[in-house]
């Protein structure tokens, strides 16, 4: 049977990529820093996906199997029989398990000489190629030679509302029927798998900044704005239409330099855009506002949802007023559970908003959108 190693035994890893692979005929070894999950995983070998769509659909993920990562051997042996390598653990987490990926990749070029491919499943532009800068600095430089030849790192995009869970089980999960992952065809190493749900195409990065600068651009503006106005979830915070037109309309703003940059059709984007907000309508995902805007630090940075389509819409020459709005939102993000939102608040009050803008947003101060955002924010 076919291995897949899978880092990140979370909702997403569970409920989709690894989901896909175990479908596709792959035994998935998650790989996980959570020691009850990985009991359950092993004790249980299999969990359910529950689709929640128009009517209730439930998938059995059987053939599983969990390691902790703090067993780097036994990782590594794992990765030694793998034919793909999989992760779906947070950006901020891609360099902390590169070392073990690095370990598995070492012993893997002295006993076998099969392709493998190593794919970053992560809300993050170029997250794979991120992911093989940080491997092969561990590596010698003999071994980075081999790699080069032998190791994919496929570019990756990868789209599926995956909300917090309510079930009774551990490792149940619940998902939205719809899903995406799109990787890119030039990157990979042999052989292109066949994953079925996984799509390989040439033009990836289109693809990439469509959903990122669309579903998360869109999700993070209606999860500020909602938290700022006291909801609780994003289908709260979207059934006041004033919330709901401002989310449109940052997606809108943001569709203006896609369709722009990458030749979308104008009418087809409209189309992309409705089909969006209609998923963050379903009433079945109960998706927390607290949950989608957490680490706003990072999400306020210039390559995010946020900040670089406003700033290509206003070289475009338009004025993006609603993802302004969402960015002002998203500077006033003080939930107490969440670090990089109480660090936020501090740095605003210690060295003010115009800081902030220039040092997190980077937003030069003599930039139309310094003064918008300010006046929103203030």
Not at 36 to 47: D, F, M, Q, T
Not at 185 to 212: Q, T, W
Request: aromatic letters at 8%; charged letters at 25%; one cysteine or more.
């Amino acid at each position: 049977m076919k291995t897949a190693v899978h880092f990140g035994a979370g909702n997403i890893g569970r409920g989709f990529i690894g989901f896909l692979l175990a479908k596709a005929g792959y035994r998935v070894v998650f790989v996980d820093i959570n020691p009850g999950l990985i009991e359950e995983l092993n004790k249980s070998g299999s969990y359910k996906v529950l689709e929640k769509g128009d009517e209730l659909k439930v998938h059995l993920v059987e053939g599983v199997e969990g390691i902790l990562a703090s067993d780097e051997e036994m990782v590594a042996e794992k990765i030694i029989e793998a034919q793909i390598v999989t992760t779906a653990v947070g950006p901020g987490v891609l360099k902390a398990i590169a070392p073990i990926i690095a370990s598995g990749i070492s012993l893997r070029l002295k006993r076998s000489s099969k392709p493998l491919n190593v794919i970053a499943c992560e809300n993050m532009v170029g997250a794979s190629t991120f992911l093989k800068e940080k491997v092969m600095e561990k590596l010698t430089p003999e071994e980075r030679q081999e790699a080069i030849k032998k190791v994919g790192f496929p570019d990756a995009s990868v789209d599926r509302i995956v909300p917090p869970q309510e079930g009774t089980f551990l490792l149940d999960v619940s998902v939205e029927p719809y899903f995406e992952w799109v990787v890119d065809a030039g990157g990979f190493a042999g052989e292109i798998p066949s994953i079925p749900g996984m799509k390989a195409v040439d033009n990836l990065r289109a693809y990439v900044e469509r959903k990122i600068y669309t579903l998360n651009t869109g999700h993070a503006v209606a999860a500020y704005l909602g938290y700022q106005k006291g909801y609780g979830t994003i289908l709260d915070a979207l059934n006041e239409k004033s919330i709901l037109e401002t989310v449109r309309g940052a997606m809108e703003e943001s569709g203006t330099y896609l369709t722009t940059r990458f030749g979308f059709d104008k009418k087809e984007h409209g189309n992309y855009i409705e089909s969006t907000l209609r998923r963050f309508l379903n009433p079945a995902l109960k998706d927390a506002v607290v949950r989608v805007g957490r680490n706003p630090l990072r999400k306020l940075g210039p390559e995010d949802r946020l900040i670089y389509p406003a700033m290509k819409a206003q070289q475009l020459g338009i004025t993006p007023h609603n993802l302004c709005k969402g960015i002002a939102a998203a500077l006033k993000f003080d939930y107490e559970e969440d670090e990089e939102a109480l660090k936020l608040q501090m740095m605003i009050k210690d060295e003010g908003i115009e800081q902030v803008l220039k040092k997190v947003c980077g937003i030069p101060e003599e930039n139309p959108l310094f003064e918008i955002i300010k006046g929103y924010f203030l």
